[in-house]
């Protein structure tokens, strides 16, 4: 049996954040491409558009990225949950309030 490509590595900060929802992603390429999400998403462009997000990570085209939002085989609702896991985890029972959607989410 082949061994799988481990992902390429970015800022190490963001391939430890990412590296929590390794296991939702069955490709190793959709993983990557949101590894470099996140890595757009935190860079200094003005406008975090996918084709500005691939230059700044060094793709030579969007398509990866595209793809890995519209094409692969991840879930969504899997990504949202495992994140929601995290945070409250994190909380250890502590109440917050999200601020910043139409709605206010408390959480405990």
Known sequence: MVEPRAPVSTVTF?????????????????????????????????????????????????????????ESPWSVAALQKRRLELILQQLNGRAITLVGSPKQVRIE
């Open 14 to 70: 963001i391939d430890n954040y990412c590296a929590v929802y390794r296991d939702l992603f069955a490709d190793v390429r959709s993983f990557e491409a949101f590894k470099y999400l996140h890595l757009g998403m935190i860079s200094d462009l003005p406008r975090k558009s996918l084709p500005a997000i691939a230059r700044a990570v060094g793709l030579s085209s969007d398509q990866v990225l595209h793809h890995c939002l519209t």
